[in-house]
Nanobody
């Protein structure tokens, strides 16, 4: 079992930057692919980015490619999401997820409680 806890959300300005962190408690963190998803009000949860257990491979949603960067530090059991060039449409609750990898919510068995990101103009 892995417990995930996000931090770093808050208010950002359009064009600005925020960094999210997700700390994992549990065993074998490096065995799990990790991902970030987000859910805006009234919308379904959507894939943002994923990273393999070693950190060697990453994959992004088209909507964030070139602006967001996912990374991980296995020594610290932490995964990050660096968000640059924020847009109003990035406003959402951001969730950290872990397990098998992929772009579907069903690919992940471990979830954090989410952190709110609000982008203002």
């Amino acid at each position: 079992q892995v417990q995930l806890k996000e931090s770093g959300g808050g208010l950002g300005q359009a064009g600005g930057s925020l960094q999210l962190s997700c700390a994992a408690a549990g065993r074998a963190f490096s065995n799990y692919a990790m991902a970030w998803f987000r859910q805006a009000p009234g919308k379904e949860r959507e894939f943002v980015a994923t990273i393999t257990g070693s950190g060697a491979y990453t994959y992004y949603a088209e909507s964030v490619k070139g602006r967001f960067t996912i990374s991980r530090d296995n020594a610290k059991n932490t995964v990050y999401l660096q968000m640059n060039g924020l847009k109003l449409e990035d406003t959402a609750v951001y969730y950290c997820a872990g397990r098998s990898g992929g772009i579907s919510t069903t690919d992940y068995g471990y979830w954090g409680q989410g952190t709110q990101v609000t982008v203002s103009s």
